[in-house]
């Protein structure tokens, strides 16, 4: 009868412990014993993709055919990267469920993941020699949600947006043979504005999880408390600070425009309607009189569609003179 050790007991005890993080959340996000096939794997991430928000279905709709299964595999690693730090509840639990997910992509990269979206990932990095380091950043960021609840300055929160939003504009244009830094500048540009968007948007529901983006030195200047954000005071002051930040999520979707001016026109499409959606957000804000506690400002279907049909349309009729080529990989 073989001997069961100290170190036998341990290690069953850690594994039980990653067994219980993972039930934390859907039970199809756990890592499993033994790898699935890519077809399995392919199809696990189409899935995931296409089940958890219509935005990602419409902007598929002006995606190359050839394309689609590589943006499904990074949708759906984005996508459990962000839940793991966000729907855990647990910063310790969400800690180490990221660890393990890192651990993944480190096996990705060497060859051998046993998790579906990181067997299908396999092939993305492969044929478009993606950095490691454009996946890795995103878990940097959603580690510090774990840790950092409050940003002093304007600055240290576009630091917090260089991790959590700036790789995923770099992951689109990796898919779509773009990799120099010139595009990447002007994707950061959107991509954080469209991040700022998010965040007066969903000042309450931040709050809820014991988070403020706005900057602190904003807070200060103009007169407005925490407590006002915990009581849902949408008071002048504060109406007025978010006047502010408003406007300057703007100037930040305005320098990042011209990207859509220097890319293949079915990736415009895409880069124009987030654009105008994220701007679209801004406006809602804007019509509500800036009084975004207790009631978070929506795109109405309506208005999405039109977004839609206004991108689409704006690249059939507009000549594109400015620009620089179309990538092999999409002609």
Known sequence: MPTITKADTEADAETGAMVSDWMR??????????????????????RLARSHYENFSVASWFLPAKLR????????????????????????TSLRLLDEWEA????????????PVFVALAGTVRKFEIPKQEFSDLLTAFRQDQTTTRYETFLD??????????????????????????????????CTALQLANFWQDVS???????????????RRFGVSEEEIRNEENS????????????RAREWF??????????????????????????????????????VL????????ARKLALVVRAALRRAITPKPGMMGTPEKLR
Do not use: W
Not at 25 to 42: D, F, R
Not at 70 to 90: M, P, Q, T, W
Not at 272 to 289: C, P, T, V, Y
């Open 104 to 115: 993944e992509l480190n096996a990705c990269y060497e060859g051998r993941p046993r998790h």
């Open 294 to 301: 207790g009631c978070r400002p929506a795109i109405s279907k």
């Open 205 to 219: 529901m931040d709050f809820d999880k014991g988070r403020i983006y706005l900057p602190l030195e904003d807070l």
């Open 69 to 92: 299964q590589h943006f499904f595999n990074v949708y759906a690693y984005c996508r459990i990267s962000d839940d793991l730090g966000d729907e855990v509840d647990d910063a310790a």
């Open 254 to 291: 305005a320098q990042g425009l011209p990207l859509i001016e220097k890319v293949d026109g079915k990736l415009a499409i895409d880069i124009d309607l987030f654009s105008r959606g994220g701007m679209e957000i801004l406006n809602a804000i804007k019509r509500q009189g800036y009084a």
């Open 236 to 247: 002048p002051a504060f109406r007025e600070m978010m006047r502010f930040e408003v406007a």
């Open 157 to 190: 929160l576009l630091g917090y947006c260089r991790n959590s939003a700036n790789p995923v504009g770099h992951l689109v244009l990796y898919l779509c043979g773009y990799r120099d830094a010139e595009r990447q500048q002007l994707s950061d540009y959107t």
């Open 25 to 46: 959340l859907p039970a199809e996000y756990a890592i499993p014993e033994s790898a699935p096939t890519v077809a399995e794997a392919e199809e696990y991430c189409r």
